[in-house]
């Protein structure tokens, strides 16, 4: 089956420091997703994206993130300035269309000191 | 944001009987709803959905059945195995035109051999 992949798989960083997560979804997929789940807590929705704009995005998903599709593979999710609390485990979902079933990739685990 | 919640942390079941797995929720206009799987370390992985126009959906030896009066779901694994040992999130979307899942908090299974 194909798959999602996400790097890095870890990713550590300073407070007030930039961080992009990558992902690669699934090739024919048209709808992509990011979601992040804190250490002990659910999975939750931060943005989805179509047609290269974002078409919703949850309370979370404040002016520090943004993402971009920058070369037709490649979905990327950008935080500006982290902070301890962004320390989570992002994952990239894709899905061929709105109301399919969405597939997730293995996560980044960010940390932030 | 409860909206949709699983009110058992933890289960264990002995090898080869049956794993029954409770979700609720309380938002009308979801009408689709799946379980994950996620081993520590993965991202979720599709189990099954269902849509809100059945109340029951089949596939191997995992079963959905979705009580829609209640606004409660279940997922039944016959015979329960080892390697289903995990954390199962059910999670919810709709109406139709949202792209969100919003995932219950997770029981984690234990299967004894």
């Known amino acids: 089956e194909p798959e999602v992949t996400q790097t890095p798989s870890h990713q550590v960083t300073q407070m007030g420091q930039e961080v992009i997560l990558r992902c690669v979804p699934i090739s024919n997929h048209l709808y992509f997703y990011w979601y992040r789940q804190i250490l002990g807590q659910k999975v939750e929705f931060l943005v989805s994206?179509?047609?290269?704009?974002?078409?919703?995005k949850s309370e979370i998903f404040d002016d520090q993130f943004s993402v971009e599709r920058p070369d037709g593979s490649n979905f990327t999710l950008k935080i500006r300035s982290t902070k301890l609390e962004d320390s989570a485990m992002y994952f990239c979902?894709?899905?061929?269309?709105?109301?399919?079933?969405?597939?997730f990739g293995p996560g980044t685990r960010l940390t932030v000191t | 944001d409860q909206q949709v919640k699983q009110n058992s942390p933890s289960l264990s079941v002995q090898e080869g009987r049956i794993s029954i797995l409770n979700c609720d929720y309380t938002?009308?206009?979801?009408?689709?709803f799946l379980w994950y799987k996620k081993y520590p370390a993965e991202g979720p992985t599709f189990l099954i959905s269902i849509s809100s126009i059945k109340d029951k959906n089949e596939d191997g030896r995992f079963t959905v059945f979705l009580n829609k009066s209640a606004k409660h779901l279940s997922l039944h694994i016959v015979p329960s195995q080892p390697g289903d040992s995990a954390v199962y999130f059910c999670?919810?979307?709709?109406?139709?035109?949202?792209?969100?899942?919003?995932f219950g908090t997770g029981t984690r299974l234990k299967v004894l051999a």
């Open positions: 979902a894709s899905s061929p269309g709105t109301g399919e079933r969405q597939y």
């Open positions: 999670a919810a979307s709709g109406p139709s035109g949202t792209y969100k899942y919003i």
């Open positions: 938002n009308s206009m979801f009408d689709y």
């Open positions: 994206f179509y047609n290269n704009e974002i078409s919703e």
